[in-house]
């Protein structure tokens, strides 16, 4: 199984995305667009993973790949090749599809509960509530054809499925206590006073088994869909 990795900044990678692709023994290839753009073949990927990033999928004028980004996820999908995408990758395979992003009424940042909404029979199901890691401004509307699979009282939607072989997640799954750090040394700046944004104390509080369960859902998102 060849996964090939949109990477936006170095500070948001794979995170326990990597551990559950190596125990399945998956070769994984990367556009790093901080480095270097160039995107692969689609001949040549099984999978595609699309990560998170603090730029805004609108901003085609100051990064330049965003619209072959597009161009690449949206043609992924309309071939069937499984692709995954977190927070700005959710969004850039809601706007991949035709669907408008734009920002959210309010921040997320930190550990809130998202509600499961009921799906049709063969579609990716999450717990009735579980309490996951947020980090965004923007939202999206949902593509023609996709169905909602999570939600919470500050951003509608928080999941969602287009057919069998694209699913976005807003919030993280991925998040290790690492990668946790790493976006408090990069984005401390977005912490500001809000009814959905946690305090940097709050943050590095959180035990390690709430990690685990986080990255346990990720499991089975990737079991699931790949």
Known sequence: MKV???QHVPFEDLGSIG???N???AQIGYTRFFENPKLPPLDQVDRVIAMGGPMSVNDEDEYSWLKPEKQFIREAIIRGIPVLGVCLGAQLIAAALGARVYPNSVKEI????VRAVPVPEGYFAFPKECSVFHWHGETFELPEGAVRLAEDDACM???FQFKSNAIGLQFHLETTFKSALALLEYCRKDIVSGPYIQSEIELRAVPM???QTLNSMMNKVIAYLF
């Open 4 to 6: 090939h990795v949109l």
């Open 19 to 21: 551990a559950c692709l």
């Open 23 to 25: 125990n399945r023994d």
């Open 209 to 211: 088994v709430s990690y």
């Open 157 to 159: 939607n928080q999941a």
């Open 110 to 113: 930190g550990w809130f509960p």
